[in-house]
């Protein structure tokens, strides 16, 4: 257990809807990490939080937001959703305070299925 | 753009086998390069290497990175059942905030 939670596990939409995953970093992390996994692409950076401010910016489309809140946890809001969003969203964090020079702890991430 | 190539993409062996997995990278900067398995859900970690030529052991799995010629590679000797996963390589670079990783391998053994 890597101590980072990422709600729901599973969900299931249609296409043209709207999504939001939640993620609670380990105790004492300030850095939140988005990513997307699908079988083609492998793991892709999306974006990423410190302390609640926007720190970098992946490959992440004009209809996927995120956000990090006061008490550290982020959510990332996914709209107007396609077919080929389909994948598996994971949230990572880290205790660094800017660039990411070492471990990122996984959650178990949030399986999206988009029908 | 930063560049993390692994190969082979899947891999099928006996247990007991030696395996070696092979990750290339080009990146601006480079920091340190990382190595993660992920068997159902989340990546877990496997090793951090910065310097070349230092081989990072853990039991069975062993790592060194060239950083002249820009790979890494993750050695898996005796393998068993529970090695099967995917193993997954990551760049970090001073240009960039996030890991850069590639592909993936998929390594099965079978018994």
């Known amino acids: 257990d890597s101590g980072v939670t990422q709600t729901p596990k599973h969900l299931i939409t249609a296409t043209g809807q709207r999504v939001t995953l939640r993620c609670s970093p380990r105790?004492?992390?300030?850095?939140v990490y988005w990513y997307q996994q699908s079988l083609d692409q492998g793991l892709q950076f999306l974006i990423q939080?410190?302390?609640?401010?926007?720190?970098a910016k992946g490959n992440i489309l004009e209809r996927f937001s995120a956000q990090q809140f006061p008490d550290l946890h982020s959510e990332l809001n996914l709209s107007s959703l396609e077919l080929g969003d389909s994948a598996l969203y994971f949230c990572a964090s880290s205790p660094t305070s800017g660039r990411a020079s070492g471990e990122l702890f996984f959650g178990e991430g949030s399986r999206l299925t988009v029908l | 753009e930063d560049k993390v190539v692994q190969s082979p993409l899947s891999l099928v062996v006996h247990e007991g086998d030696t395996v070696t997995l092979n990750c290339s990278y080009e990146v601006t900067n480079f920091r340190s390069l990382l190595w993660y398995k992920q068997e159902k859900k989340a990546p877990t970690f496997l090793f951090m290497l910065t310097s070349s030529g230092i081989e990072k052991k853990s039991g069975r799995l062993s790592s060194i990175l060239d950083k002249k010629e820009l790979f890494s590679i993750l050695n898996i000797t005796a393998t068993q059942t529970g090695d099967s996963a995917i193993y997954l390589c990551?760049?970090?670079?001073?240009?960039?905030?996030?890991?850069?990783f590639g592909k993936g391998t998929s390594l099965l053994v079978t018994p």
């Open positions: 990551a760049v970090n670079s001073n240009s960039g905030y996030a890991l850069n």
């Open positions: 105790s004492g992390d300030l850095s």
């Open positions: 939080y410190y302390n609640g401010e926007e720190r």
